[in-house]
């Protein structure tokens, strides 16, 4: 293919990409907003938008228990084996959400999977698209619930939950169309899946800064969670002398400060902590503070330099509680370990970047997303693309329609190279 007609091709995919996004952004539960909660009637009609693209595509589309488009492409090699690569993400939204996280990685999956078939390449394995439809956990108190189904780790508490109003996420799926009972038996058979893979929008500001369109995620970060408690005194404002006080929010201020820090030093292993939520008892503006909570989220690209982050913060808080004769108390209520994508994906993801001319960055990723639901199934990878400053769950959430073009063809060149691989070993 020479230059010119590769450039028209990116330009294609990119603008179908375009108009892919643009359509599902119409489909919203508030005017002048992309709001679209799982199950709702908004997903309903976004996953037949979905359906009828992957029909037109040339997939074999149906729908699964818990609200989850499927689309088929069989292999298309006579002697190819009975395994399926999964590529997927989801057409759930947050609440007045950005038009890209998610959607784009399922109008990827869609576009990919036609232009292989189209352009006549051959697959010894079958390649299914899906398009999850809860990811977000905003409707329901759910967490990646539609791969969770995938990955058969669904347990029947899991569709107890409720929504705001009440309604059982059992009877909402009900409702949809769904299959509670079939829900809990979704699980793929591990043997027949080779992997799953998706392409989201990054969400953060690295690639921006690098100068490039599309990265290599290594990681889905792994993170602890805490609300720790600082204890002091209170007293008179006017009557207590500074060198007799023990001032909860001195050593929380400390505290913080000495977290941003050690946070910063271990920036190699993508260790970053953020302190979200504070509040400070009794909090009047003449009585010295006594007891101070604040969140503590700490995430890192692997898990080592997490437990070593925590163990330098909470020796920092002992020594800042002695010093301002305080008691500070770290209670963790949360820990989620670090999901690696697999080196082979990884891998593969380079050799198909190459091929496109891309020096092929690797980065973590911050946030959730499916692949940790799916790791417990099968091996992942994840390919990112650059979002404008970095902003996501937000309206102003925006992708360069060329990034677009070259992600969708990234993503064609990294199942044509994993499927050379699979050839070389069969
Ligand atoms: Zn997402």
Redesign the pocket.
């Known amino acids: 293919m020479t230059q010119a007609a590769g450039a028209d091709r990116l330009r294609h995919l990119g603008v179908r990409s375009e108009e892919m996004i643009e359509a599902l952004a119409r489909i919203s539960a508030d005017e002048g907003q992309i709001t679209r909660l799982y199950l709702s009637p908004e997903h309903r009609r976004a996953a037949t938008l979905v359906a009828d693209w992957m029909g037109d595509a040339g997939l074999t589309v149906r729908e699964d228990a818990l609200g989850t488009v499927c689309g088929v492409l069989p292999a298309s090699e006579p002697d190819a084996g009975n395994k399926t690569l999964l590529v997927g993400?989801?057409i759930d939204t947050v609440i007045n959400a950005g038009a890209y996280?998610?959607t784009f990685?399922v109008v990827a999956g869609i576009l990919a999977a036609q232009e292989i078939k189209a352009r006549g390449i051959k697959l010894p394995f079958t390649l299914e698209i899906l398009a999850f439809g809860d990811?977000?956990g905003v409707r329901f108190p759910s967490t990646l619930l539609s791969s969770s189904g995938v990955a058969g780790t669904v347990t029947p508490a899991d569709l107890e939950v409720t929504d705001a109003s009440g309604v059982r996420l059992a009877d909402a799926l009900t409702a949809f169309g769904g299959q509670p009972e079939a829900a809990l038996h979704l699980g793929r058979d591990r043997d027949s899946v080779l992997g799953y893979l998706e392409v989201?929008?990054e969400?953060g500001p690295v690639l921006e800064a690098e100068g490039l369109g599309v990265g290599v995620v290594t990681s889905i970060a792994g993170a602890n969670r805490y609300s720790v408690t600082v204890s002091g005194m209170a007293g008179h404002a006017g009557t207590v002398p500074m060198h007799l006080r023990s001032d909860a929010l001195v050593g929380a201020a400390e505290l913080i400060c000495a977290i941003h820090r050690i946070a910063g030093q271990a920036s190699d292993h993508g260790v970053v902590a953020t302190v979200g939520e504070l509040s400070v008892s009794p909090g009047a503006v003449n009585v010295i503070p006594q007891d101070v909570v604040f969140s503590l989220d700490l995430r890192a690209a692997t898990d080592e330099p997490r437990h070593e982050a925590a163990r330098a913060i909470e020796k920092a808080g002992a020594e800042i509680a002695s010093r301002h004769g305080l008691t500070i108390n770290f209670n963790q209520y949360h820990e989620v370990v670090t999901c690696l994508c697999a080196d082979r994906f990884q891998d593969a993801a380079e050799t198909a970047l190459r091929t496109l001319g891309v020096r092929p960055l690797r980065l973590m990723s911050g946030?959730g997303?499916d692949g940790q639901a799916m790791a417990k199934l099968t091996d992942i990878g994840m390919l990112f693309v650059r979002c404008e400053g970095g902003i996501s769950h937000n309206p102003l959430e925006n992708v360069d329609r060329d990034d677009m073009g070259l992600a969708v063809e990234a993503l064609i060149r990294w199942i044509e190279t994993i499927a050379e691989e699979e050839r070389a070993v069969s």
Do not use: F, L, P
Request: glycine content about 16%; cysteine-free; proline content about 0%.
């Open positions: 993400s989801h996280d998610g990685g990811e977000e989201h929008i969400q946030a997303h």
